[in-house]
């Protein structure tokens, strides 16, 4: 497969005023994982909406496997998580994944059998009889992940898969995420949680308020990002630590947690002399490391703390 798997080109999409995206084009590669990042309501989930067919675009085009957007016959090569978990709660798991493998062509026999292996790999074998209702929710978004997975889709559409699990289980789909983007097929997901998107994705797009601010692989967005930064953790004296970071002789700007730290030098900045400081004031470091930015760092700087916090009337639709 190759070419795009999808192409969104100058799309927006309004309700009642609100402007939810906004001449937004993407190109998702086939092939590895590609991020739709940005704060809760920038337009990601409308975005995937329009991609699956489910809403249409007020202007713009969307190319599914080079035809517009998603259609009925492309049913069985498209998997798909939305945000809002949807499964029959009085079903038992097993009749439920089931059902839903049937629905994309899949034998009942096969289906069920691959229901079964799936279940099992993802610690549910306890769960197969159950109903749904009975599962937590975490277990549920389990289950409905092995759904989007059960008939071997080429492309996979996940809306914030993570959210709300823990980080055993967010681990656990994170490692069969990886495994089917190293299968050729291809994964595009949408996520507020940049430490995910930097350890998982291929190439990103980064969008806020329905505009598309960052688009390209990580590699390269870092290098345009420029900047030389320096990650640190504190082993005693963190208050001390925050006295130095804000001297904008050393530090032109600090993404400070307490017990960590992501600063970037102030322009002519020399990392030894920051260490020869903190070293100075008595702070402890368990680490001192030259690093590229980080994902989370290029983030607030493009998209902002008041669009990284919009307040809800502009997360409506979105």
Request: with cysteine.
């Amino acid at each position: 497969m190759n070419g795009s798997v999808v192409k969104v080109e100058r799309v927006t999409k309004r309700y009642s005023g609100h402007t939810a995206v906004d001449g937004l084009s993407l190109d998702v590669p086939a092939g590895g994982i590609f991020g739709l990042l940005g704060p809760n309501g920038a337009g990601k989930s409308t975005t995937i909406r329009m991609i699956m067919n489910i809403i249409t675009p007020d202007e713009g085009k969307i190319a599914v496997f080079g035809r517009e957007s998603a259609s009925r016959d492309m049913s069985d090569k498209i998997g798909f998580l939305p945000e809002e978990r949807g499964l029959y709660k009085k079903m038992k798991v097993v009749d439920q994944l089931t059902f839903l493998a049937e629905a994309k062509g899949i034998h009942r026999a096969v289906a069920r059998k691959k229901a079964v292996t799936w279940l099992e790999r993802l610690g549910l074998t306890d769960w197969t009889m159950k109903k749904v209702e009975d599962l937590s929710k975490g277990m549920q978004q389990k289950v409905q992940f092995i759904g989007t997975l059960l008939h071997d889709p080429d492309l996979i559409i996940l809306d914030e898969p993570f959210s709300g699990l823990d980080p055993v289980n967010s681990q656990v789909m994170k490692d069969v995420v990886v495994e089917v983007a190293r299968q050729g097929r291809t994964v595009l997901f949408s996520t507020h949680i940049m430490e995910q998107a930097e350890r998982m994705c291929d190439r990103i797009v980064i969008i806020a308020r329905g505009q598309k601010l960052v688009d390209g692989t990580l590699s390269e967005i870092k290098r345009e990002f420029g900047g030389r930064h320096v990650a640190l953790t504190f082993t005693r004296n963190a208050d001390r630590a925050a006295r130095v970071l804000a001297d904008r002789t050393l530090v032109a700007k600090a993404d400070d947690s307490g017990a960590t730290a992501e600063a970037e030098l102030a322009p002519g900045g020399d990392p030894e002399r920051l260490l020869r400081t903190l070293i100075q004031e008595d702070v402890g470091l368990s680490r001192f490391e030259v690093v590229e930015p980080s994902l989370h760092s290029i983030f607030i700087a493009k998209v902002g703390t008041e669009a990284a916090t919009a307040p809800a009337k502009e997360l409506v639709h979105a």
